[in-house]
């Protein structure tokens, strides 16, 4: 019984300093957030735009839309897709809240509830995890707020909930590196390892089984050895290649495939560390990215699949803009082209790296 | 004054309340569980992994009811097991539960394949999340009948109120004649249920189990049964701080999702809320001058008295 | 061959702390039970040299492709960066403030400004920009745990939030690459026979925290305070400043962390150490520091990464999955502080 009267004495108190803070905060981040002046990092330059971009947008806009995202500022993708994204946005008009559930699929669908409870136009939704996002399809839908997906499309048999995607095929393309590794490998039969995204993550699965149907069903020549997630990461992903190579011995292996250009990197250093020249593997990837282009043309990768982040970015807020603008008839699906990038093209500057 | 602050500058966190509930109530539910444990001055890391279990296995059965069942008894073992580690091998609980925590991650991986499970049936989770009562879903509903009978249990009941004086003065209470092992054992098994109840919703309202899960519930849950006024050390608090915790920790959300503030402001906001409500308990300024003596020993089950006395020499 | 001779080594100062340990603990009991004591009391102090030797032992002898020196390499690549936040976070364990699990963002920080600021301008004013941010880490965290008795738990819960927050709201969140031919870069990819710099780095850190903390006055406050706060700040210490360096001692310990993780893949992205916070926590306490405070060993905490690491390394070598290594680890953990306590209990009886 003690307890509550301490209890009853705290309360008061705590809720007072709770509520000053929570009160300070809100001005605080009302004010823009831009009194404070930590210089940690040479390159500000996107975040100052981030803000400015708010700013104004705030006067012209007329069009009020949520954008439920699995990553922001957090990864390197998303810090390319962000900053095109609020561009576009605030040339066409309209007002992005844009929210980061880190991948986490019950924080994402609170969030939806918060989006849907707030009214806007149009939600544009990057799925955290596609299996989950059906309940939050629905809850749009009743509320009469049209969804366009971004980045990574829904379920089949959630398709008809939405109006649009743009993005990615990412099922295409682990598929299209894998038909680059048929290609480069030729018939020769040949021992890949293969490094793969954050466990459970839905690119990474989609990516993984894209690659590995197409190696099944167009190079039976090639085998996948060992696998080991590199969790997005070049440091990750070049001690999980270093120690594949362990397993399987380095003799065995011909070759290496990561999902994305970032742990490509890591595999090639990781082969670079044990005094194996890369240009004699054949390497695939997904990307396309400042880390990866470079490796194609120096010939330590040997082909690439470009993801433009800023096609991505932008095409979220265009295909919305159709969505609010037009009314379309049937769902509008633009496909981000996936342009494999070799020794041949990667100079063309139609591929050039972006994140 | 939360509700003052947020009020003015984001009136749609009040008047979707029910949004708002339903963001308490999916990290207040883990929290009330973890009460139980914290109340004793122990802890359970594994509730987060637990939740991520008992999702897995309730989307792998096919048969709904059957699922369900199946998780909760899951939670419940995980709790048992917990407190096996903790009362009868005599490890401290946030060592042991670190141990589940990743064990626990590690098998929801490994029975779901590491791969989202969906639901079988569909459209019982979608209309699970719609609202039931009013403008309440299940998972609110569940949050308040949960709410309820945690509050009862730990005030009406005998073995709730236990509770209190095994966090307090543990060896006080072995001489009251309070069966602390059972109790320690209670507890737990309230905390892994829970939690697993929490990862029963998740996967219902979400139509599928994600092995993933939890990523951000462990420290938010924790933070909500803390700010509330609930020592790590136990022995004060009630259900009640927990809710508090968790209602400001909601409304802070909800309102920082409304605005158009950038998300890494939101999470220095986030983080400095926390931060200024955590210094500025008077609690934990009175704990250290008041009770050293339990805050060194109540973490502990294991009968420290014969132990204490070897632990001193070997620090002399 | 070289392997087995850092092993040891580390074994050979591993015991002389042992043996110290036993000394005190047999004096005081009568002469029948002192046998079996010791043997209890040595299986629960060497534990972890055991489960090491034992584990090592078995890998060698029949996972293909493990005793290679390139594997040994490997295995001292995983363990470096979180061994050095690890043996930098044991002295907040042994002040009995639980965690500091603010090591993510501080690890975070290190590196992106060590890339990021080096790129910009030069290798030392990045290094100084990181160790100020380090300081001022550690003096948040100290004073709010050490002066206001805040929670340990909540109070870098909440500076990591910050933390990450004012990161990537400075950064623009973007990934860095460092030069490929700069010093960070060669300091990524030396080693001395299968020792990679930063496993050398994580020696000499442990050891000098080693003397730190048994052979200087601050070292004995910090295990009295963590064994017994009052009656430390009744003898008239003043118990805010051993907090506050117990936090500056882990700051430091995450950004030189953060520097070798950086510097081995020459990149940086914010989110590259997540999950840092309780993986050190784990070889904290699987090498056998007590989490009640008070008791730990900054070479225990060394032995428990190297114990992780090479486990780790053998499901990557057996082609397991992310989800059996995470049910390996748990349940060494569990495993591991069983036998600790099972044993601690039956030589106490």
Request: one cysteine or more; glycine letters at 10%; charged letters at 15%.
């Amino acid at each position: 019984m003690d307890n509550h009267r301490k209890e009853s004495k705290i309360t008061p108190f705590r809720v007072l300093s709770l509520g000053l803070v929570v009160a300070a905060s809100l001005l605080f981040a009302a004010c823009g957030g831009d009194d404070s002046d930590d210089s940690s990092s040479g390159s500000a330059a996107s975040t100052a735009t981030t803000t400015e971009a708010a700013a104004t947008t705030e006067a012209a806009a007329q069009y009020e839309v949520f954008a439920l995202l699995p990553q922001g500022n957090d990864q390197p993708y998303g810090t390319t897709y962000l900053p095109p994204m609020m561009a576009k946005a605030d040339e066409l008009g309209i007002n992005l809240n844009i929210t980061n559930s880190q991948y986490d699929a019950d924080k994402q669908a609170s969030e939806c509830e918060v989006a849907v409870a707030a009214n806007p136009d149009l939600i544009i939704l990057w799925p955290a995890v596609g299996d989950t996002v059906r309940p939050c399809l629905e809850a749009a839908k009743d509320a009469g707020i049209p969804v366009t997906v971004t980045n990574s499309d829904v379920n089949p048999e959630d398709k008809d909930l939405t109006e649009a995607y743009s993005g990615p095929d990412t099922y295409g393309q682990g598929a299209a590196s894998g038909e680059l590794m048929c290609e480069f490998a030729d018939g020769q039969d040949i021992g890949i390892i293969m490094v793969n995204g954050l466990t459970g993550n839905s690119t990474a699965i989609d990516r993984e089984n894209g690659f590995e149907d197409t190696i099944n069903e167009q190079c039976a020549n090639v085998t996948i050895l060992a696998r080991q997630p590199g969790n997005w990461n070049k440091d990750d992903s070049q001690l999980a290649a270093s120690e594949m190579i362990s397993a399987v011995g380095a003799e065995n292996i011909q070759g290496a495939y990561a999902a994305d250009d970032t742990m490509v990197a890591g595999v090639i250093d990781a082969l670079k560390a044990r005094g194996i020249d890369p240009a004699d593997m054949i390497i695939t990837s997904i990307g396309n990215t400042f880390l990866g282009n470079p490796l194609v043309v120096s010939g330590e990768l040997d082909g690439t699949v470009f993801q433009s982040s800023s096609w991505d970015g932008e095409h979220a807020v265009t295909v919305a803009h159709q969505v609010l603008t037009n009314d379309p008839a049937a769902r509008i699906v633009e496909f981000m082209p996936s342009v494999k990038v070799t020794a041949d093209n990667a100079d063309d500057s139609s591929v050039a790296p972006e994140w | 004054m939360v509700a003052t602050g947020t009020w003015i500058t984001q009136p749609v966190a009040f008047t979707s309340y029910q949004v708002t509930l339903g963001r308490i109530a999916l990290v207040g539910l883990v929290a009330l569980g973890l009460t139980a444990v914290i109340l004793m001055g122990e802890l359970d890391l594994s509730v987060a992994s637990t939740l991520a279990v008992a999702g897995v296995v309730m989307a792998s059965i096919d048969n709904l009811a059957l699922g369900i069942i199946a998780a909760l008894v899951v939670g419940l073992l995980i709790g048992a097991a917990n407190a096996f580690l903790v009362v009868v091998v005599g490890i401290n609980s946030f060592i042991a539960t670190l141990g589940m925590l990743f064990l626990l991650r590690g098998l929801a991986f490994v029975i779901s394949d590491e791969e989202p499970v969906r639901l079988s049936n569909i459209d019982a989770g979608i209309s699970f999340g719609k609202p039931l009562i009013g403008e309440f879903t299940p998972r609110i509903l569940l949050f308040i009948f949960t709410f309820i009978v945690m509050h009862l249990f730990l005030t009406r009941v005998r073995v709730g109120r236990e509770f209190y004086a095994v966090g307090g003065n543990r060896q006080a209470a072995r001489d009251a004649g309070i069966p602390v092992r059972r109790r320690i054992f209670t507890g737990f098994m309230i905390s892994g249920l829970v939690a697993a109840g929490s990862g029963v919703i998740n996967a219902l309202e979400r139509t599928a189990a994600d092995p993933t899960a939890g990523s951000t519930v462990l420290l938010s849950s924790f933070a909500a049964a803390i700010v509330g006024g609930i020592l790590l050390n136990g022995g004060r608090g009630s259900v009640f701080g927990t809710l508090l915790g968790a209602t400001s920790l909601g409304i802070l959300q909800v309102a920082l999702t409304l605005s158009v503030v950038q998300v890494d402001v939101q999470n220095i906001i986030i983080g400095s809320v926390l931060f200024i409500a955590v210094i500025s308990d008077p609690n934990s300024i009175r704990a250290v001058s008041g009770s050293v003596r339990s805050f060194l020993r109540g973490g502990s089950v294991l009968s420290k008295p014969s132990v204490d006395p070897k632990e001193a020499t070997n620090n002399g | 061959m070289t392997s087995e001779a850092s092993g040891e080594a580390t074994t050979t100062s591993e015991a002389a702390a042992r043996t110290a340990d036993l000394g005190d603990r047999g004096g005081a009991d009568p002469d029948i039970k002192r046998r079996k004591l010791h043997v209890l009391e040595q299986m629960a102090n060497r534990g972890i040299f055991f489960f090491t030797a034992a584990l090592v032992l078995i890998a060698a002898l029949f996972i293909d492709g493990f005793a290679s020196l390139e594997n040994i390499t490997d295995v001292f690549h995983r363990a470096a960066p979180i061994g050095i936040v690890a043996v930098g976070m044991t002295f907040v364990v042994i002040s009995a403030n639980y965690l500091d699990l603010s090591v993510v963002a501080q690890v975070a920080t290190a590196a992106v400004v060590l890339i990021g600021v080096s790129n910009n301008s030069n290798i030392p004013m990045a290094i100084g920009l990181a160790l100020l941010i380090a300081l001022a880490y550690g003096i948040v965290n100290g004073v709010a745990v050490g002066v206001f008795k805040a929670n340990a738990v909540i109070v870098t819960l909440s500076t990591t939030f910050i933390g990450l927050g004012l990161l990537r709201w400075a950064s623009g969140g973007s990934i860095y690459f460092g030069p490929s031919d700069g010093p960070i870069r060669s300091f990524g990819t030396t080693e001395i026979g299968p020792f990679p710099l930063s496993m050398i780095v994580l020696v000499v850190i442990a050891i000098g925290l080693h003397f730190l903390l048994n052979r200087t006055t601050f070292g004995f406050l910090l295990k009295s305070y963590g064994s017994n706060r009052n009656a430390t700040r009744l003898a008239g210490v003043n118990t805010a400043l051993v907090v506050v360096g117990a936090f500056l001692i882990s700051a430091l310990g995450s950004t030189i962390g953060g520097f070798v993780l950086a510097a081995f893949s020459n990149t940086a992205v914010s989110a590259m150490s997540s999950g840092f916070d309780f993986e050190a926590l784990a070889a904290i306490i699987v090498g056998g520091t007590s989490v009640f405070g008070g008791k730990g060993s900054v070479l225990r905490t060394l032995l428990g990464v190297v114990f992780v690491s090479v486990l780790t390394n053998i499901m990557v070598l057996s082609g397991l999955g992310f989800g059996y290594q995470q049910m390996a680890i748990g349940a060494l953990i569990a495993a591991a502080v069983s036998v600790d306590a099972l044993a601690r209990r039956a030589a106490g009886k």
